[in-house]
């Protein structure tokens, strides 16, 4: 089977992996009248098409369960790009253009028999546009729709390829599962009608410039490499902050929490890459194999373990950016006694020699001061202080992963003067202003990888399994606390108070 895998020395710098061109294909987006769609993917095809980065002989066909003809989806996807497009034609003829290579086919996704008609209208394409059998399959539709689809794409003949009729893989986007279990279910489902080497699970956050950059700073600069180890390092943070409340999706989040939400998958990853020992080539199975092993370290956690290294929370009323903002209770769709959590803050460590015995802090939370995500090493202070009056805080590398991608490094410095005053100042490094290239968004990154056949910004299956393995044991404990362990806090503050007595000795959290 060919699942046209980019070649095994494939870099994962961004500038030689660009150079390969994606070979003809259909880009078959289900969800094609979506939030996910309209807000992200048409204007990361767009930005590719416009910069040169898909074929020519490239299709994006829209596939939904509302009829709607071509013409209708092109208003509605220019609409889209409008209103959400990092980038905007230059003029109507650009659009036209772009345009010609968009089509959309009503599908019902539960409905075996209207596969016929889609591979029907994939063919009619093929000898349109030339895009020689190869597709695409994108998902960007609610979870319970997926083993639907994927079955009726293999039993309509849509989902095997070989050396004759072209390539095919298939993009799913999160949550992959609800925990270990459903996990793996699903999996072994995709499996059974796909290699691994077709499927692509989306992370999003891994397309983002500076979490991409993390293993370039790492492992191209020997300034770097020799202290990320247990002997320089203290600590390591990393916070993924959101100022948004859960918006209409109350019923959802009030199944899943912030746990399942982001903790499990892209704080994971981040921590992955952070922890990661040097892979052996820049080969995206190289790449996966070291993230693979940090997250397999990660300890199962009995429930008193949980209770003494996790802190819960739910947002109360509050003002936020000058506006009040209702309480978790207070949204619609979610239950009057509810215990999900908005919040949730852990101390781990990872079974590792290069990291025994280094706590890793992790926090993510809803309605909280900053939209922010970064990752902070902290390094230990010397032996000897000869400044006691430095303070803590004086050595830490901080990667900011949104919204300001960049990275600044602290140290210690003398105030000029003839008395000595010490003061903490930074080296500052932001990618907006160093490079006249504004950074791609991350779906522009992840969707090209895709059309290349380069896995190594995706997610594979044992990363998958080590994280929910990690999650559920969080989860199982959090079911035997009592009720008041999830604890309040205002809508505008950095979370509940007793989050800051997870972290040991002098390390405070980061105030962003």
Not at 126 to 133: N, V, Y
Request: charged share 25%.
């Amino acid at each position: 089977m060919n699942s046209g895998t980019a070649p095994s020395d494939n870099p994962f710098r961004a500038g030689l992996a660009r150079s390969l061109a994606p070979t003809p294909c259909v880009f078959v987006l289900f969800g094609a009248t979506g939030d996910l769609a309209a807000r992200k993917l048409i204007g990361a095809l767009f930005s590719l098409a416009r910069g040169g980065l898909t074929p020519k002989e490239f299709f994006v066909l829209g596939v939904a369960r509302r009829p709607k003809s071509d013409d209708e989806f092109r208003a509605d996807m220019r609409e889209a790009l409008r209103r959400f497009g990092r980038e905007q034609p230059a003029d109507e003829a650009e659009w036209d253009a772009f345009a010609q290579r968009l089509g959309y086919h009503p599908c019902e996704f539960n409905q075996a028999d209207a596969y016929q008609g889609l591979a029907a209208r994939l063919e009619a394409i093929d000898r349109e546009h030339g895009t020689s059998g190869n597709r695409l399959f994108y998902l960007a539709v609610a979870p319970e729709f997926v083993t639907a689809i994927t079955s009726n794409l293999a039993e309509a003949g849509l989902l095997g390829s070989d050396q004759h009729d072209g390539w095919r893989r298939l993009v799913v986007e999160k949550p992959f599962g609800t925990d270990l279990a459903s996990a793996r279910a699903l999996s072994a489902h995709l499996q059974a009608r796909l290699s691994e080497e077709q499927i692509y699970r989306i992370d999003h956050y891994l397309g983002k410039e500076t979490v991409q950059n993390l293993l370039t700073l790492r492992f191209g600069n020997a300034i770097f490499e020799p202290l990320w180890n247990r002997r320089y390092v203290e600590h390591v943070q990393i916070t993924v902050g959101e100022t948004e409340g859960i918006g209409r999706r109350g019923e959802f989040y009030d199944r899943t929490g912030a746990l399942r939400d982001m903790v499990q998958n892209h704080m994971m990853q981040l921590l992955a890459l952070v922890a990661m020992e040097p892979p052996v080539t820049w080969a995206a199975g190289a790449i996966r194999n070291e993230k693979a092993k940090v997250l397999g370290a990660l300890p199962a956690l009995t429930a008193e373990q949980v209770a003494d290294c996790t802190v819960r929370g739910q947002y109360e009323a509050g003002m936020l950016g000058g506006d009040d903002v209702v309480g978790f209770h207070d949204e619609a769709g979610i239950a009057a006694d509810s215990t999900t959590e908005t919040f949730v803050a852990l101390r781990l460590y990872l079974d590792t020699w290069r990291w025994s015995g280094v706590p890793f802090y992790l926090r993510h939370g809803k309605r909280l001061p900053k939209r922010a995500s970064e990752i902070a090493v902290a390094f230990r202070q010397p032996p000897l202080t000869l400044f006691p009056d430095a303070g803590r805080g004086g050595n830490t590398l901080v990667l900011r992963v949104q919204p300001d991608e960049g990275l600044s490094l602290s140290f210690v410095a003398k105030v000029p003067g003839s008395r000595l005053t010490l003061q903490t100042v930074k080296m500052d490094f932001d990618y907006g202003q160093a490079f006249a290239t504004p950074s791609p968004e991350a779906y522009e990154r992840l969707v090209l990888d895709a059309l290349l056949g380069d896995s190594t910004l995706f997610t594979r299956e044992d990363e998958v399994d080590s994280a929910w393995r990690f999650a559920d044991s969080l989860r199982a404990g959090f079911d035997v606390l009592p009720r008041d362990s999830v604890r309040p806090y205002a809508a505008g503050t950095w979370g509940p108070a007793e989050a800051d007595a997870l972290l040991l000795g002098e390390a405070r959290w980061r105030r962003l």
